[in-house]
């Protein structure tokens, strides 16, 4: 099983701020089985990057992936108030086919 | 629009079955896979099961194999995740999800789970 960790768990950052999350897969793990999704409080998961560096439909461009093997990265460029929430990374391979990190929570110093 | 609608609360006791539903509309149902997350309160998202509904085709994580079903109805673009015998332990958000290659694209807003006597 291949085990996702994040950090930090917790990220204190002001609006305009840049924000670095990291995600890192205890195996090598291929950057197309690479996603990222931010949920909001009492809101349902969003997917915002697929295969590692691909936004999906709608996600503003200060919003961008990357990374390779065991080490991911999601980066806002530059915070806006909507911006603060929890992200988790996930990644599909063997069985369970698909496992989640423990999350991110990006929240307003 | 496309979207994933999810059926209602429920409140249950230790013991009692469940099924809860999640139809998709605005798309080919029977052409994506259907995933299960359940979040547990304050926790994260731990994967459930997927299923094919054209063929009804399903996986389980080995956490939850044996611990629930997941079914599907495509005639009326409807999948379900169901329990024989609720424990206090499974009260949850459980989310529906469309599968779109390695990654989950379409949420639903999720039906929150409370079993407790």
């Known amino acids: 099983e291949i085990v996702l960790t994040q950090s930090p768990g917790t990220l204190s950052l002001s609006p305009g701020e840049r924000a670095t999350l990291s995600c890192r897969a205890s195996?090598?793990?291929?950057?197309?089985?690479l996603a990222w999704y931010q949920q909001k409080p009492g809101q349902a998961p969003r997917l915002l990057i697929y295969?590692?560096?691909s936004r999906a439909t709608g996600i503003p461009d200060r919003f961008s992936g990357s990374g390779s093997g065991t080490d991911f990265t999601l980066t806002i460029s530059r915070l806006e108030p909507e911006d603060f929430a929890v992200y988790y990374c996930?990644?599909?391979?063997?069985?369970?086919?698909?496992?989640f990190g423990p999350g991110t929570k990006v929240d307003i110093k | 629009e496309v979207q994933l609608v999810q059926s209602g609360a429920e409140v249950k006791k230790p013991g009692e079955s469940l099924k809860i539903s999640c139809k998709g509309s605005?798309?080919?149902?029977?052409?994506?896979?259907i995933g299960w997350v359940r979040q547990m309160p304050g926790k994260g998202l731990e994967w459930m099961g997927i299923?094919?509904?054209?063929?009804?085709?399903?996986r389980y994580s080995p956490s939850f194999q044996g611990q629930v079903t997941i079914s599907a109805d495509k005639s009326i673009s409807t999948a379900y995740l169901q329990w024989s015998s609720l424990k206090a332990s499974d009260t949850a958000m459980y989310y529906c999800?469309?599968?779109?290659?390695?990654?989950?694209?379409?949420w639903g807003r999720g039906t929150l789970v409370t079993v407790s006597s």
């Open positions: 605005g798309y080919s149902f029977t052409s994506y896979w």
């Open positions: 195996q090598s793990v291929s950057s197309s089985y």
């Open positions: 299923i094919y509904p054209g063929d009804s085709d399903t």
């Open positions: 295969g590692a560096s």
């Open positions: 996930q990644q599909y391979g063997s069985s369970p086919a698909f496992t």
């Open positions: 999800a469309r599968h779109q290659y390695w990654y989950f694209d379409l």
